[in-house]
Nanobody, 125 residues
Framework: QVQLVESGGGLVQAGGSLRLSCVVS????????MGWFRQAPGKEREFVVG???????IYADSVKGRFTISRDNAKNTVYLQMNSLKPEDTAVYYC???????????????????WGQGTQVTVSS
């Protein structure tokens, strides 16, 4: 009964910005870690960033300094602010959450139980 719905993807020019949102229902949102992953066509799914229930975060090296994760517990929403976008960022972006409570950020795909449907981000060159 846990559901995640991403939004905010689209087509942008290189150097532009997007903000992705993920709304979570079916659980007490403020107790759980959240993560963002992405998958380009023909590529492996990649960890982008995660945030724990205290606001601590871990970023993939490829997005450090450009992407920022945040959460608004009152709105049951996690955000991914993406700046200085590159064509290499083109992918379907997914939000996810683990089944139970964690200390810190779970960085592996198999640590996450529930996944959203994904939102497409396309960066033109």
């Amino acid at each position: 009964q846990v559901q995640l719905v991403e939004s905010g993807g689209g087509l942008v020019q290189a150097g532009g910005s997007l903000r992705l949102s993920c709304v979570v229902s079916g659980r007490t949102f403020n107790k759980f870690a959240m993560g963002w992953f992405r998958q380009a066509p023909g590529k492996e799914r990649e960890f982008v960033v995660g945030i724990d229930n205290s606001g601590g975060s871990i970023y993939a090296d490829s997005v450090k300094g450009r992407f920022t994760i945040s959460r608004d517990n009152a709105k049951n929403t996690v955000y991914l602010q993406m700046n200085s976008l590159k064509p290499e960022d083109t992918a379907v972006y997914y939000c996810a959450t683990p089944a139970g409570l964690w200390v810190g950020v779970p960085p592996e795909d198999n640590d996450y139980k529930y996944w959203g449907q994904g939102t497409q981000v396309t960066v033109s060159s």
